[in-house]
């Protein structure tokens, strides 16, 4: 079974960094699709970054230019980081894995066929 495992979460003052990362064991797939998502209380999940195979990325235009999302093929680990930190960004990010489309939320919910337990990401003012 694939396993997503997020680490690198915590407390920060806003304008602060952190860098996410999320090791992929168990994956057997030729392609993969990876994302990192959010979710903060009372709020639904949304996307925040992906990266397909080719490593083309997207991002939330409420990140963009202050988080960035990058990936290590050889080990299959994930990354986001995020410098810039503002309160809003207070959430539990979740990394995602896809063999076959890009995860992705639509209509209140999210798709990917793999997730992680999530890591909580808290910015103080």
């Known amino acids: 079974q694939v396993q997503l495992v997020e680490s690198g979460g915590g407390s920060v003052q806003a304008g602060g960094s952190l860098t996410l990362a999320c090791s992929v064991s168990r994956y057997t797939y030729s392609s993969i699709y990876m994302g990192w998502f959010r979710q903060a209380p009372g709020k639904e999940r949304e996307g925040v970054a992906a990266?397909?195979?080719?490593?083309?990325?997207s991002y939330a235009d409420s990140v963009k230019g202050r988080f960035t999302i990058s990936k290590d093929g050889a080990r299959n680990t994930l990354f986001l980081v995020m410098n810039s930190l503002k309160p809003e960004d207070t959430a539990m990010y979740y990394c995602a894995a896809d063999p076959s489309f890009a995860p992705y939320c639509s209509g209140g919910y999210c798709y990917s066929t793999y997730w992680g337990q999530g890591t909580q990401v808290t910015v103080s003012s």
């Open positions: 990266i397909d195979s080719d490593s083309v990325t």
